[in-house]
């Protein structure tokens, strides 16, 4: 069965910071493109980071400096690390493998409030 799990969503306090984690099953992970988009409520998916198969990475303006993406093509697994977080980047965030049959994981819910 082909699909994206995301995980490390929760609740934190501004400043702090977590560590998503997206797993693949039933794809050969390695030759894909990955991404992390999210979803704020009332507003568009937008594009966080990705990360090509040979791990060159890009990032949104809002989240340069702050978060990383990163892969483990051994694990099949694709991160994000957060830090600095800002209550501006609660959202729902989505695993995504880029292609032209591009696949999305569930999503995990990330908040960040005092």
Known sequence: ???????????????GSLRLSCAASGII???????WYRQAPGKQRE?????????RTNYADSVKGRFTISRDNAKNTVY??????KPEDTAVYYCYRVGSAGLWGQGTQVTVSS
Do not use: C, W, Y
Request: aromatic share 6%; charged share 10%; no cysteine.
């Open 1 to 15: 069965q082909v699909r994206l799990v995301e995980s490390g969503g929760g609740l934190v306090q501004p400043g």
């Open 80 to 85: 994000l690390k957060m830090g600095s977080l």
């Open 29 to 35: 992970f390695g030759i894909f493109n990955m991404a």
């Open 47 to 55: 594009l966080v980071a990705s990360i090509t198969n040979d791990h």
